[in-house]
């Protein structure tokens, strides 16, 4: 059944997602995301596939409204990968999202005491790996890569997502 469910959003969501996203600029004059930086006891990072974007990337999402960011990274986790924080998400960079969606801001966190759970959702995430930051997959993102740079090879932080 998670198959099938998967398989249809990799299908529909490509057409779909630019409706939300026209949608969430008329609402909103700013967005605000979040995305977590998240270490095992070996060194290697937590990185998602969504169903409806191409390549890895950093787990997190949106900022709800009434939502903290602390809050809503610890949330996205959860929801995306199973992961339960154990203590306070740190911040460790904010980012404009300008290039992709105008208005658009994301910050960026690290956690490394979590445990492992079920995923509270279903659907969104198509695959979940855990990749040491020196060897990431072919198809990691440009801003995954960026952001794993700035913390783990200290590239300077660049204020554009």
């Known amino acids: 059944m998670l198959t099938v469910m998967n398989n249809w959003r990799?299908?529909?969501?490509?057409?779909?997602?630019?409706?939300?996203f026209v949608w969430s600029r008329l609402t909103r004059g700013k967005t605000l995301g979040v995305r977590a930086v998240t270490v095992d006891g070996e060194g290697r990072v937590?990185?998602?596939?969504?169903?409806?974007?191409?390549?890895?990337?950093?787990?997190?999402?949106g900022v709800d409204r009434g939502e903290t960011t602390q809050a809503a990274v610890v949330r996205e986790l959860r929801e995306e990968?199973?992961?339960i924080a154990r203590g306070e998400p740190?911040?460790?960079?904010?980012?404009s999202n300008e290039r992709f969606f105008p208005g658009d801001h994301v910050a960026?966190?690290?956690?490394?005491?979590?445990?492992?759970?079920?995923?509270?959702?279903?659907?969104?995430?198509?695959?979940?790996?855990?990749?040491?930051?020196?060897?990431?997959?072919?198809?990691?993102?440009?801003?995954?890569?960026a952001r794993l740079a700035e913390i783990f090879d200290a590239a300077p932080v660049s204020h554009a997502w």
Do not use: C, M, N
């Open 10 to 20: 990799i299908q529909v969501e490509p057409f779909t997602r630019p409706l939300f």
């Open 46 to 61: 937590l990185l998602v596939k969504h169903t409806y974007l191409a390549g890895w990337w950093l787990p997190g999402g």
């Open 81 to 83: 990968a199973g992961v």
């Open 90 to 95: 740190v911040l460790l960079s904010l980012h």
């Open 108 to 145: 960026v966190f690290r956690i490394d005491a979590f445990d492992q759970g079920p995923r509270a959702s279903q659907g969104e995430i198509a695959e979940i790996g855990w990749f040491h930051p020196s060897a990431l997959p072919d198809d990691a993102h440009r801003s995954t890569r």
